[in-house]
């Protein structure tokens, strides 16, 4: 059993910032790759930002330059930290990992989300 807890999403104003966590528990023996994904009401589901094992990581258009994406592997945690926030960035937050489990297979899982609303 393994589960993602995204935290730290709210109500910000305009221009702000919000850090985003993701923890990562249960049989977990190592992560892949890991990344943010949003959803704003009406629309498809869009990835924020991606990391792989190794570091490297890649961004949406829309956010590229406003958040950092980053990790633990010790921790299983998963981190976003977004800047000059817009009313467009309002969205449920989720997490997303590539799980390896203890019998080797590799599974993705999601977490629940985290309601961000960027609002003046």
């Known amino acids: 059993q393994v589960q993602l807890v995204e935290s730290g999403g709210g109500l910000v104003q305009p221009g702000g910032s919000l850090r985003l966590s993701c923890a990562g528990s249960?049989?977990?023996?190592?992560?892949?790759?890991m990344g943010w994904y949003r959803q704003a009401p009406g629309k498809e589901r869009e990835l924020v930002a991606g990391?792989?094992?190794?570091?490297?990581?890649n961004y949406g258009r829309s956010v590229k330059g406003r958040v950092s994406i980053s990790r633990d592997d010790a921790k299983n945690m998963l981190y976003l930290q977004m800047n000059s926030l817009k009313a467009e960035d309002t969205a449920v937050y989720y997490c997303?990992?590539?799980?390896?489990?203890?019998?080797?297979?590799?599974?993705?899982?999601w977490g629940q989300g985290t309601q961000v609303i960027v609002a003046s």
């Open positions: 997303n990992a590539l799980v390896i489990l203890p019998s080797s297979f590799r599974r993705s899982y």
């Open positions: 249960g049989s977990i023996v190592r992560i892949d790759n």
């Open positions: 990391i792989l094992s190794d570091g490297s990581t």
